[in-house]
């Protein structure tokens, strides 16, 4: 499988504001759990909860990731995101 094929087995989840699925920007961005539930049944990934607190070695990781990789986000549901997580 080639790299430009290799999200093509993955089908792809139709999130919406209005379905309760994404959170508004207004109440910080991000999947709701039902978001969630909905990306990982469509997708076969294991996403989780934010962890603005993390408590955990793997939720430390986790946060220190997503702060990393979401330093360029500067649009708005972006920003929004990264407060939620408190980066």
Do not use: H, I, Q
Not at 16 to 43: C, D, F, I, M
Not at 62 to 76: M, N, P, V, Y
């Amino acid at each position: 499988m080639t790299k430009a094929n290799a999200g093509a087995s993955k089908k792809a989840a139709n999130l919406s504001v209005g379905r309760g699925e994404k959170l508004p920007v207004s109440k910080g961005a991000g999947l709701t759990a039902k978001g969630r539930k909905k990306y990982n049944r469509a997708t076969g990934s294991n996403l989780k909860a934010p962890a603005p607190n993390p408590k955990t070695d793997e939720a430390k990781g986790r946060k220190k990731s997503f702060c990393a990789r979401s330093r360029g986000w500067t649009g708005e549901r972006g920003k929004a995101a990264r407060k939620r997580w408190n980066c």
